[in-house]
């Protein structure tokens, strides 16, 4: 039906018009024909809409997450900040709660929604019999993480089934989640290894060394290295991935990032004089740590990866990878279930038909039924 | 403006499940600004950097490039090709359609154009022999079935379990650019027709095509007519958008220039001292970018200078899931809604399975049926044949027979004869002994006498 063809004129590259010389003095005018100018369109049509981003932040608690959160988007986003403290007491039932904030800069408007996951791993403090209550606890704290992370991209599937589906589909799967490595200076705990495993599986993860203020510039050097062989060693895929690198320029660019992970943060909204600058810092009895300072901490760094080059890649590899095999494994599990109530052969079901019948069978469509595990989640 | 909400999970550790949503649903499109709603504003208290979001989507849409598709639809001869060749300022393939052509085809070439760091795949469609037959009645069938096709396509790659929807090659009608012939009277009626049929497949852009052919003054006269008998029978061509301030006003202007009356030309001729695109008569030279002379310049600021974009996501948002939601409802597929009971779905599904095994079962009958009968019928003709053949044999035997008998006679008949022969013949020589004997006697006695 077609073929790409390079026409015989070409308009060769150039910024604007392109005038050339032609022998006796008149010159050739190669009006640009404007094709360029989509990306300005582009650009408008962004502004208009707005963009979203989902963080969610996973760590104990007292590692100032919330805190890291406010210095990242320099605004009060926390769930803390927005509730207020004192929370202090150890609580029943492990709750994901999650803010959204509109915020705008120069125009241009994002719907930031960060979702904390707190209490986690309070009531593991005894190192002695970690391994056991590691095991039993990992159900227990991360099932709901993980739970929360499928139900964002199974509101997001149902969406996309309906017949009539909105004009702009609202995105609330989490794009990033930072997880918080406490500041032992030694290792990896199992559980931290064991969640970090499971959720590289689903989401774009960043590690990050949290309180970095309370490691030397040596102590930080060891601990990341063998927070970096750890993971290896375990398979964990953290983000930038390796795998998605689109081209050499992509992977040297991805292979400084991934030489610095984990990030050690400092974080703090509160502004002290430096040098006659007003800066973010921690003021200590010894001297003042600035936050934005990349000879104290990695925050920058985390910044500009996180917010200010990365956020685009972030959302894609979450949109096209970790939702696409979500959305894979969905409708496979009840692809047999649909063959063979039907006696249809597997393979010509659409995934239209998958997921209707999925819903048929739910009594309370406000219920989502919940997929049987896979081995994964068990 | 900002509205703060929260949505709170819960899980038990009984394993139960339960969504709270606690406060206002989300404003999933354009978030508006409304003020005084008793939400905190979330100032910035400084530079954060999020405000490279618009670059960073935008390198990755360079990275990816673009595609861009037009259908240009129109009688053999109104110029088509060469307007793209002009609108893209490079020369696509081809010669002339001839004009005998007995249906309307189409016929797609993808070309690949940069300009600056821009990469876009162009596909042109162009309809061949449309308005060469005698019978019009069906020429825009085979066009909307073309961008039916496309539509299909992308549905099909959207349904499918493992899918690339970032790296499909999305063949999707953008924009469909209608030649009108300039007669200066009024739009034909195959003209009606197939607007009317494509209007809500497609952006319609009507345009004259060949406008040098009209007075300037014919030329208001015309495109009046044509904009008021699109808007008595109901057709909707595509409106320049209007709610973007940067570009809502040159939009406005333009929608009322509409329909663009074109000239198209790839030649070049000098005047003054530079080259232009222009078409040379004895009479004057009609320059393709002299707004006084064509609107060409207008033309190609609205398709692709300003609304390129605005094409893409109209196709998508408005005609596709228009197309989508036909489809689906026409599978027999239903959404529920929270307060019916879900009874639809399933059922319809078991029941349409239901009837279609029916007919297969059906269908499946009767070609058996019709099987037996022909057999049937062959056996009776082999049966047929088998008797001529026995009567046939039995005829030559009975023959062979006779033949045989007669034969038998005759042979009989000559025996009798050989045995009469024989016997007289046996008796003739008894005689003749007989005589002798007595002869030799008698010759004796002859002898005798004789001597």
Known sequence: ?378 | MVRSEQASFEYNSGGGFVLRLTALTMASTEIARQAGEGVRAVPLAGHVGFDSMPDQLVNKSVNRGFCFNILCVGETGLGKSTLMDTLFNTKFEGEPTQHNQPGVTLKSNTYELQESNVRLKLTVVNTVGFGDQINKEDSYKSIVEFIDAQFEAYLQEELKIKRTLHSYHDTRIHACLYFIAPTGHSLKSLDLVTMKKLDSKVNIIPIVAKSDAIAKSELAKFKIKITSELVSNGVQIYQFPTDDESVAEINSTMNSHLPFAVVGSTEEVKIGNKMVKARQYPWGTVQVENENHCDFVKLREMLIRVNMEDLREQTHTRHYELYRRCKLEEMGFKDTDPDSKPFSLQETYEAKRNEFMGELQKKEEEMRQMFVQRVKEKEAELKEAEKELHEKFDRLKKLHQDEKKKLEDKKKTLDDEVNTFKQKKTAAELLQNQAQQAGGSTTLKRDKERK
């Not at chain 1, 997001?156 to 004009?167: D, G, M, P, T, V």
């Not at chain 1, 102590?219 to 964990?236: P, Q, S, T, V």
């Open chain 1, 1 to 378: 039906m077609s073929e790409a063809v390079v026409p015989d004129a070409m308009v060769p590259p150039a910024v604007g018009s392109l005038y050339g010389e032609k022998a006796g003095g008149a010159i050739v005018d190669f009006s640009y024909v404007g094709i360029d100018a989509i990306l300005e369109q582009m650009r408008r049509k962004a502004m208009k809409q707005g963009f979203e981003l989902n963080i969610m932040v996973v760590g104990q608690s007292g590692l100032g997450k919330s805190t890291l959160m406010n210095t990242l988007f320099k605004s009060k986003v926390s769930r803390k900040s927005v509730l207020g403290t004192g929370q202090e007491k150890i609580p029943k039932t492990i709750e994901i709660k999650s803010i959204s904030h509109d915020i705008e800069e120069k125009g241009v408007r994002m719907k930031l929604t960060v979702i904390d996951t707190p209490g986690f791993g309070d009531q593991i403090n005894n190192e002695n019999w970690y391994s056991i209550i590691s095991v039993l606890s990992c159900k227990i704290f991360w099932q709901p993480i993980m739970k929360f992370i499928n139900d964002q991209y199974e509101a997001y599937l149902q969406e996309e089934i309906n017949i009539n589906r909105k004009k702009r589909i609202p995105d609330s799967r989490i794009h990033c989640c930072i997880y918080f490595i406490p500041p032992t200076g030694h290792c990896l705990r199992p559980l931290d290894v064991e969640f970090m495993r499971r959720l590289s599986k689903v989401v774009n993860i960043v590690p990050v060394i949290a309180k970095a203020d309370t490691l030397t510039l040596e102590e930080r050097d060891f601990f990341k290295k063998k927070i970096r062989e750890e993971l290896r060693a375990n398979g964990i895929d953290v983000y930038p991935q390796k795998e998605f690198d689109e081209d050499a320029e992509d992977r040297m660019i991805n292979e400084k990032i991934r030489e610095m992970i984990p990030f050690a943060v400092v974080g703090s909204d509160q502004e002290y004089q430096v040098n006659g600058r007003r800066l973010l810092g921690r003021k200590t009895k010894w001297g003042t740590i600035e936050v934005e300072n990349i000879a104290h901490c990695e925050f920058a760094y985390l910044r500009d990866l996180l917010i200010r080059t990365h956020m685009q890649n972030i959302k894609d590899i979450t949109s096209s990878i970790h939702y696409e095999m979500y959305r894979v494994r969905r409708l496979n599990e009840n692809n047999t279930a649909v063959a063979h109530a039907n006696g249809v052969p597997e393979h010509h079901l659409t995934a239209h038909e998958i997921l209707t019948h999925e819903m048929q069978d739910s009594d309370l469509p406000s219920t989502p039924s919940l997929p049987p595990p896979s081995p994964d989640l068990t």
